[in-house]
């Protein structure tokens, strides 16, 4: 039998047969490469939902109580980034500036701008920056960031720039401190306008009105200024008005003030202004006596150490001229510190010769409680009592005096405790038994050279009364209501007498507002003459 020729053949079963087969295993290979694929994009949505779950949850948390200084301070915030990001930046600011790269500077500032303004739409809406908002600047300001560093302003010369602006800005903040001082120095030294005004009106009245200089000299005789059963009191001031209010606010406060005697000692420019206004208001019954400075005849060069340096050039150029070293203290320079009404306090035995207790007061203190009970408390035979002032450690003696000098090293104890004028009891009679007002003739001229203390009348007041003064309670005097901004509402309304020391005197402009009414209430507003001179 002959086989058929090769085109007349049927085709092979089993060629037909792996056709399929091969057919099947690609559709099978296509298959298993999509579910791998899709294998591998769940495993990946797997790993980041988690996260972007968890970052929803945390913004959620965020925006319901947001707190803009813990989100700043957060590692996770933006704001961290961005905050850290705008310092480097601002350096780099600077350093680009001194190397004469103004549009590298440029750029910096502007993102900089950018950051500032996203960081405080943030805070102002209440929410975190999100990434869509810091995404942006924070690329663009690490590439300026990069481009500074790669302009060879590498970290040693950030540091030592930043050393040298460390530096400068710290002599501008000294030089500015000083100045501050100065000007808080002129303000406080400087007589408001109204009380100028003031002080010409009463004047005026006391040139014009014979009769008042009349009723001053019957009542210059009066007994009850020597009557030891009275309460005498003591204020030496050249402005009238802050004289009225303690003498007011002393009275308002008594239980018996038709009993207070207040002798008060002013300069001859302010004498007369000081007796019309005295003289023509009456404060409850009291016994006012004015005296005049210059009239103490006894109170001069030979006897007083004070008067001579007074009239020393050299003192007189250091208060008064045009002494400027900038490596003393303005404030050693006022001039109150070496003014003779200032000084009158070392000499209140002299001047009262027959009196044999009185309370000393400030012009610039408020008297809010009856100061009667002052003059039974006993001294235990000390010639001052006072309240103590070192509840902190500045104010030991070791703070007022030089130390280093042996003359104070061997006399006393550097960490005795210092106390304040302003409300003073006086034992006078204590007071020349112990003979102190030799004893703060002695420090005075001690001090000539000032090499013992450089300031005011605390120091020699220290020396002066070493031994000799009787802790009183704190109640009875509380100060710095003329510069602390943070004294306790409770303790200034305990006290018997607040105290506006420092510059921020209550008359003035650039007094403590809190702390104003209290010296407010004391002073006549109502009266014609200041009326005027508010007005006018």
Sequence with gaps: MRRRAAEYRRPVRSRRFSYWIWALFGLFSIAGLVLFVLHHNQNEDRVE????????????????????????????????????????????????????????????????????????????????????????????????????QDAHYDIATTIMTMKSHIQALEERAYAATIQSTV?????????????????????ADWLKKASIQVLADEKRNSPRLMDNNLYHFCI??????TTSAVVNSTVSNADHPKQLVFHIVTNGVNYGTMQAWFLSNDFKGSTIEVQNVE??????????????????????????????????????????????????RFY????????????????????QKDLTPLFSLDLHGNVNGAVETCLEAFHRYYRYLNFSNTIISSKFDPQACGWAFGMNVFDLIAWRKANATARYHYWQEQNADGTLWKLGTLPPGLLTFYGLTE??????????????LNIDNRLIESAAVIHYNGYMKPWLKLAISRYKPLWERYVNQSHPYLQDCVTS
């Design 295 to 344: 009239e103490l005849s006894w109170f001069n060069a030979s006897y007083a150490p004070i008067v001579k340096q007074l009239l020393d050039p050299d003192s007189w150029a250091y208060y008064f001229g045009g002494y400027q070293d900038l490596n003393v203290d303005t404030k050693l320079r006022n001039p109150k510190h070496l003014s003779l009404l200032n000084h009158l």
């Design 471 to 484: 802790p009183l309670d704190r109640r009875w005097h509380v100060l710095g209501l003329g510069y602390d």
């Design 49 to 148: 939902q988690p996260v972007l779950v968890n970052n929803e949850r945390f913004e959620q948390v965020a925006h319901e109580g947001l707190n803009f200084t813990e989100d700043i301070l957060s590692a996770r915030s933006f704001s961290r980034q961005l905050a850290e990001q705008m310092t480097l930046a601002k350096a780099y600011v600077i350093i680009a500036k001194e190397h004469n790269n103004l549009h590298l500077a440029w750029e910096l500032s502007t993102k900089i701008r950018s950051c500032q303004l996203l960081l405080s739409k943030a805070a102002m809406r209440g929410e975190s920056v999100t990434l869509e908002e810091a995404e942006p600047i924070i690329k663009s300001l690490s590439s300026l960031i990069f481009r500074a």
């Design 236 to 241: 030496f001031s050249d402005n009238v008005l």
């Design 183 to 203: 000007f808080g120095q002129l303000a406080a030294e400087a007589l408001p306008k109204s009380l100028h005004c003031l002080h010409i009106k009463l004047t």
């Design 348 to 367: 209140i035995p002299e001047i009262y010769p027959q009196l044999e207790k009185v309370v000393f007061l400030d012009d610039d203190v408020v008297v």
